[in-house]
Each structure stands twice: as C-alpha cells, then as structure tokens.
C-alpha cells in the first residue's frame, strides 16, 4: 500500500497515515460498510469530464437507488442538462464522492455511467421531489411528473472504490491528533479500505438480481 525509503532509523513508509490507517477486512464487510455509509449520506458530488473543454466539473447529486448489492449506485438527471452530455461523452470518466463533515469519514467510486431513458427504469426510481427541479413548462407534457420526457437516470457502475471510516469520536480523534503532533506518531483515527476491480466483479456476480 504505501511507499518505503530507506532512512537512518530503517525501512519506514512516507506515508505513515495510509500505512497505519490501511485496513483489508473480508469482502461483505468492505462492501456493506461502504454502502451504508453511502445511504446514510444521500448526498455526493458527481464529478464529470466536460463534453466542451474536457475540464472536471462537480456537481451535488442525491442518491436515487442502489444495485447489485449495493455498488452499483442510481441518480436522476435532466436528459437535456451539461451533465448528462458530458457522462454521454465521457461515460469511463467519472467519480461520485461522498463525506460526512462531522467525522471525517469519506467514500471515492470511480466508476462508468450509463444514461438510462426508458420510462420503466424512470417510473422506478421517480420521486415526486422532482418536479421542484424540473418545474412545469405548462403544456402537458413536460411537467416534472414520471411521464416527462425530460427525465432519465443515471446508472453509475463502480469499477473501484476507496473509502475511510472514523475509527473514534471526535473528542477521541481530536485528543489523538494533538498528540501525534508532540510525538512526531501518526494517529490511526481512520479505517482506510478499498474495493478492487475484481473485488466489485465478484460481488455484481453474486448480487446479480438485487
């Protein structure tokens, strides 16, 4: 995981955080704490490589909906909108993000996007909260309700995930940090995990009908 140099003391990682805080539990056990880390944050930041200039760009997405165990997570999005042109564009070249301010803990999926237009897969994962985004253009038709056009959904397919959940509260972290700054130790306050290609394959495998 982390990278060695040979100095006066012996072999030690420079980057003793990663080093310290690395943990590689069984394979349900990363999965479900990433996924319940994920429903239990709603809200992420999807990031997109531009259909125009081809620079990143973020935007705050709310989760729709999960597949396939879990990793395999759904957003709504306006057919007609910059993201859905550039995921369209750049479908292998994006990242949804998420994190909790208060502990610190966080989740990166990279993953491949698939836009998804048909009104079964829309009815499925509509919510009325939608028509507050869309608004009613006032002729019947695009409305903000399951039959407007203007809905689809976004299929994001994880490839890889690293994710870190706080070991300890935050009076626990914040005591252990100061004291890593007076003995030069890295605190392990975090649980740093990640989620191969082959580790997700395997997992869709099994939880190919949920």
Not at 106 to 111: H, K, L, Y
Request: with cysteine.
């Amino acid at each position: 995981m982390s990278s060695t140099t040979n100095t006066a003391a012996g072999n030690k990682p420079l980057d003793p955080y990663t080093a310290k805080s690395h943990e590689d539990p069984p394979l349900p056990q990363k999965v479900e704490d990433l996924v319940t880390f994920i429903s239990d944050s709603k809200f992420g930041m999807l990031t997109t490589k531009s259909s125009e200039d081809e620079l990143l760009t973020s935007r705050c997405m709310a989760l729709a909906g999960k597949e396939h165990g879990g990793i395999d997570l759904i957003f709504h999005t306006n057919l007609f909108s910059h993201k859905t042109m550039d995921l369209t564009t750049h479908p292998r070249e994006v990242n949804m993000s998420f994190l909790d301010p208060l502990s610190g803990s966080w989740a990166s999926i990279s993953g491949t996007a698939t836009i998804i237009s048909d009104r079964d897969t829309v009815k499925k994962y509509y919510s009325p909260a939608l028509q507050a985004w869309l608004g009613d253009l006032g002729d019947g038709v695009h409305d903000g309700g399951p039959e407007d056009p203007r809905i689809g959904v976004i299929k994001l397919e994880a490839v890889t995930a690293h994710y870190a959940l706080a070991r300890k509260g935050m009076l626990t972290r914040a005591v252990e940090t100061v004291k890593s700054v007076a003995t030069g130790n890295v605190p392990a306050i975090n649980s740093i995990r990640e989620l191969s290609r082959a580790e997700l394959e395997e997992w869709r495998r099994t939880h190919a009908n949920e």
